[in-house]
Structures are given as structure tokens and as C-alpha cells.
């Protein structure tokens, strides 16, 4: 027994110079943290992703979105932080009201989106600020890191719209090819080579009130077409009578499989021959050059192949 | 030793032809005009796949590194927009020239093709093969012929397409986009053609062939010898020798 309890004593004499060590560490992290931000001691990473936001650069701090008191002092629990009108983390739904408060004309604009009409539906998959904009590490629009930046754009929409498990979840037929038929298309190519002043997708599709093509207030229905590639920075005197609208701006499907797809969406007919055209024209020619290709360096090469041949058997050959 | 004459074998009538042979004779296989079309054509063709495959091929890890190369990707874009105007307006200069300032009668040239070409054509291969004599060519074998037609269609395809694709929004005046996307298409397949075709098959027989190895000489003179004539083209040296025969008599 006295064996066993020296050892149990020693031990708990162990575990409290243990627990003394441990209590001098986590009072010398609190007292010399850079402490503007009191929720750094529970939620490191996500206090770290904060410092990269540009509000946490304009003075604004946690609890400018997620409600609680600033008063706390820096106690290791902040009671205080979690106390009032704290709301912790918004649902998806109330998001948008959280940016709103400041962000007056812009959640606006998304409001008409066909994103917002989505949630309102009750599918809060469908993409809210953060999606698009980061959720704790938010830069300006203007920095290279920016999810929303110009030039990210593309991967940062492609997130949920390559994403075949978001696009069919609440109704059969969002294409999941939007990403992948956009770098078909000469603005990606420039973009990949770092020329950035070409279109991504925001800018056809507007960023914030973004509306499903079929809807004839957005910048991507068909009549309107003109008017949005011919903004004042990308082609400028456009003109309204401009046949833009008669082809798919999304290559690949009157490339190789425009038939099949709208006849997959349920599209209308009309809808359909004002964009497929009367004939997929596109294919028959790419398979023409297929061949063509194909025969004549095929033809040739073997010529060339035979030339040599001869050569080996034939030295002087006239 | 004494000086090459030159014999211009296209106008047998010349006072050089009346003097006979003495000493090396050289044929005249291009004019001096022609030379220099194929020297636009070289340099621009050059501009043009250099700074329009990355394009073709973006994912292809050499695609970058041509781009960087030249400069970025919009000194690229001026490059090849420079390079394509220049092939316009060689192609337009082309035609213009031969069809309207030649003075030899349109449809008497000697590059139409005709059927003796396509019994060649067959004949090649029958030699290849080992059972035919070779052809004898006259001016243009059948191979030359097809290098130019090839060119002439591509020249064609590639200036339309490449005009509508350097001015779309004032094409979608007159067509509509889905045709916009079409030149994209055609212009890009077709470069690809055309510099498969001049890489593999043209190469070969003016470049790496045994034959000429390490070139035929005739792009940068505008001549051929007594010796190439006679084995590249024996019909035309045939030709060439009866005029010079008939003019020697009298």
C-alpha cells in the first residue's frame, strides 16, 4: 500500500509542477498576445484568416458580425464576447442581412440574383457572400489573393459550378461543364498566359446580380448580349443589332455535344435553334478537319516514310 | 572559270539561248519576285506558328514557355496580328500580281494541275514501291503542285477566318456569333494542317531529303543546276535543250 501510494503522491506532486508549467505558459501567451482581438486564444485559425481580411484593416472586429459584447477584457473564456446579441456563426440565410448592414447597394443587387431567389427557396446551397467572397479571410477585390478577384473568378465560381453534387441538388440540369467550356474560349486562354484584362465570368454574368440566362433582365440573355460585351473596357461599339446572341458563348456544346445537351435541359425549341442555329455546323466542320488532317499528313508522312525506304533500296534511283 | 550562264527556259526566244552552251549552265526556276514572296511567306509563316500554336495548344507545358519568349501574351497577340497582316497582304499581292500583272496567259500556266499529275501521282507510289519506273516531271511535279494548291486553300481559310477573329464584333455586323466561333475552328485546324504539312512533307523534300540535304538551293538563288534539272524535272530539261537546238540551227 505505502508503495503504491508514494508512487500515486509523487505523481500527483509531478502532475502539479505540470500543471503550474502549463498555467505559466498559457498566462504568458495571454498577457503578451497581440491582443485587439480577444477570441485569438480559442480560435487561432480562424483569428489568423481575420488578420488577412481587409476589415480587420479598417478597424472592424468579430464582433461586428457575429454580435457579443467588445468589453471583454482578455480573460482566457470571454464570456462576455458570447453574451448580448451574440449570434455565433450566421446561417446561410442571414448572411447576406449580416453584410447588408453595411453593404447596402450590393446586397441589393444580389437580392435579385438567381443565387438569393435559390435560398430564399429554401436551398441554401445556392452561393451567398462568402461563398464567393472568402468567409474570415475576405480581401479587397483589387488584391491577387482575392477569391473574388477578376482574375480568380472562374476557379472560384467553378467551386460549386463543376461540382456535380451542388448543381444537381436541387433540380436536375445545371451544367457542370461551365468552367471547362470557358477555357475553350479565347478570354481563358489569355487569362492562363497572364493577360487579364479579358472576361471572366463575372463579367458577363454581372457579380452580384447574377440571373440565369433565360431571364430577360440579364446581362446574359440573349438581346441584352450586345449590350453587355460591349462594355466600355472590353468591345467597345458594339451595336445593338449585333448577331451576337446566335451561338453559344460556352464553346464546347455546339462543338461536340449541343444536340444532346439542350435536348437534356428541356430547353424550348425556339430557345434552341436561336442558339444551336439550324445546323451544328461547328461539328460537321471539326470533323472535316479531323479528317482532312489526319488523311493528308497521314498520306503524306507515309510518301515521305516510302521516300526513304526507297532511298535504302535504290541509291541512284533515276 | 568562267561564269554560270543563266538559261530562261520560259522565254526561248532570249539572245542568251542563240549562243549555245558553254561551260555550267544554270536554269531559271523563280524569278527574283517569286523569291521574295516565299521570303515574306517563310518569315511570316514563322511569326505566325510560333506565336499562334501556344494558343492552339494552352495545357502543353511548352505553351508558357513560347509565350514568356515572345514577350508576354500580348506582345504575342501584336506579333501575330502583325505577322497575319502581312501574310494578307502578301496573299492579296499574290494574286494581284499573277493573275493581273503576269503577262502569261492565265490558263496556260504551267501549275494547273492536269491528269498526266495524277497518273504521277499513282506512279510514285508504284515506284516506292518498286514497280514503276520514276516519273519524269515537266516544270511542276505533281508533289509542287500540291504544295502550292495546299497553300493557296490555306492562305484562303486562314486570312478569312483570321480577319473575322481579329475583328469579331465588326464581323457579328454581317454573321452571326455562332459563325465567329466557326472561323475559331477552321482558322486553328487549318494552321495545324498547314504546319504539319510544311514541317513534315515540305521539309522533307526541299530540306532533310538525301536528295537535297542540306537544302535546295533554289530558294535563296532562284536556280537549279544542269545536274537537278536533269533529275527533277527531265521533261522541262528536254524542253529547254530542243528550243535551245531549234534556236542553234538557223
Avoid at chain 1, 453584410?99 to 427557396?121: G, L, M
Avoid at chain 1, 478537319?289 to 534511283?317: E, N, P, Q, W
Avoid at chain 2, 542568251?16 to 519576285?33: C, D, P, Q, S
Avoid at chain 2, 454573321?175 to 515540305?202: C, G, M, Q, R, S
Amino acid at each position: 500500500m505505502l508503495f503504491i501510494g508514494m508512487n500515486l503522491c509523487s505523481l500527483l506532486r509531478k502532475r502539479c509542477v505540470l500543471i503550474l508549467i502549463i498555467s505559466f505558459f498559457v498566462l504568458i501567451t495571454i498577457v503578451s498576445a497581440d491582443d485587439d482581438l480577444p477570441c485569438y486564444h480559442c480560435h487561432t485559425k480562424v483569428v489568423n484568416e481575420f488578420r488577412n481580411n481587409i476589415h480587420y484593416h479598417k478597424g472592424f472586429t468579430c464582433t461586428d458580425c457575429h454580435g457579443g459584447s467588445t468589453q471583454s477584457n482578455t480573460t482566457s473564456i470571454s464570456i462576455g464576447v458570447m453574451s448580448g446579441d451574440f449570434i455565433g456563426g450566421p446561417t446561410r440565410n442571414n448572411i447576406t442581412n449580416t453584410c447588408s448592414n453595411c453593404h447596402v447597394q450590393e446586397a441589393t443587387d444580389y437580392k435579385q440574383s438567381i443565387h438569393w431567389e435559390e435560398i430564399e427557396k429554401g436551398h441554401p446551397e445556392a452561393a451567398t457572400c462568402t461563398d464567393c467572397h472568402g468567409i474570415h479571410e475576405i480581401r479587397a477585390i483589387n488584391d491577387p489573393k482575392s477569391l473574388s478577384n477578376h482574375q480568380n473568378s472562374p476557379t472560384t465560381c467553378a467551386k460549386c459550378h463543376s461540382n456535380p453534387e451542388i448543381m444537381s441538388a436541387w433540380y436536375y440540369g445545371i451544367k457542370t461543364d461551365r468552367f471547362d467550356t470557358y477555357k475553350e474560349s479565347f478570354h481563358w486562354k489569355a487569362l492562363k498566359s497572364g493577360y487579364v484584362v479579358v472576361a471572366t465570368c463575372a463579367d458577363c454574368h454581372n457579380n452580384h446580380d447574377t440571373k440565369s440566362h433565360t431571364d430577360p433582365t440579364s446581362s446574359t440573355y440573349p438581346d441584352n448580349l450586345p449590350q453587355t460585351c460591349g462594355k466600355a473596357n472590353c468591345h467597345p461599339g458594339t451595336k445593338f443589332d449585333a448577331k451576337i446572341a446566335a451561338g453559344l458563348i460556352h464553346d464546347k456544346e455546339s462543338l461536340h455535344t449541343g444536340r444532346l445537351v439542350f435536348n437534356k435541359t428541356g430547353m424550348d425549341v425556339q430557345m434552341k435553334s436561336y442558339y444551336l442555329g439550324p445546323f451544328d455546323l461547328a461539328y460537321w466542320i471539326a470533323i472535316f478537319f479531323k479528317i482532312l488532317t489526319a488523311g493528308v499528313i497521314g498520306l503524306f508522312a507515309g510518301m515521305v516514310i516510302l521516300d526513304f525506304l526507297s532511298r535504302l533500296r535504290i541509291y541512284r534511283r533515276w | 572559270m568562267q561564269k554560270p550562264r543563266l538559261l530562261e527556259v520560259t522565254e526561248p526566244e532570249g539572245s542568251e539561248l542563240t549562243e549555245g552552251i558553254a561551260g555550267e549552265v544554270l536554269f531559271k526556276r523563280f524569278t527574283f519576285n517569286q523569291l521574295v514572296e516565299h521570303w515574306v511567306m517563310i518569315a511570316t509563316f514563322m511569326l505566325l506558328v510560333v506565336t499562334g500554336m501556344p494558343v492552339k495548344f494552352p495545357d502543353a507545358w511548352w505553351s508558357p514557355v513560347i509565350i514568356n519568349l515572345v514577350g508576354g501574351f500580348e506582345m504575342r497577340t501584336h506579333i501575330h496580328h502583325f505577322a497575319g497582316i502581312g501574310m494578307v497582304l502578301l496573299g492579296i499581292y499574290h494574286v494581284v500580281y499573277h493573275v493581273f500583272i503576269d503577262k502569261e496567259p492565265l490558263l496556260e500556266r504551267k501549275v494547273w494541275p492536269t491528269l498526266k499529275d495524277a497518273g504521277d501521282f499513282w506512279q510514285t507510289i508504284l515506284f516506292y514501291f518498286g514497280r514503276a519506273e520514276h516519273p519524269k516531271y515537266g516544270r511542276y511535279s505533281w508533289k509542287e503542285k500540291f504544295d502550292y494548291w495546299g497553300a493557296f486553300w490555306g492562305m484562303v481559310m486562314l486570312c478569312v477566318t483570321g480577319l473575322i477573329m481579329l475583328y469579331p464584333f465588326v464581323a457579328m455586323n454581317y454573321i452571326p456569333y455562332a459563325y465567329v466561333h466557326l472561323a475559331t475552328i477552321v482558322h486553328t485546324d487549318e494552321a495545324l494542317l498547314a504546319t504539319l504539312f510544311i514541317f513534315i512533307v515540305h521539309w522533307w523534300n526541299v530540306h532533310f531529303s538525301p536528295e537535297v540535304f542540306p537544302m535546295s538551293k533554289a530558294w535563296i538563288t532562284g536556280n537549279l543546276s544542269e545536274q537537278q534539272m536533269k533529275h527533277e524535272h527531265p521533261l522541262e530539261y528536254e524542253e529547254a535543250m530542243r528550243q535551245m537546238q531549234t534556236s542553234e540551227k538557223p
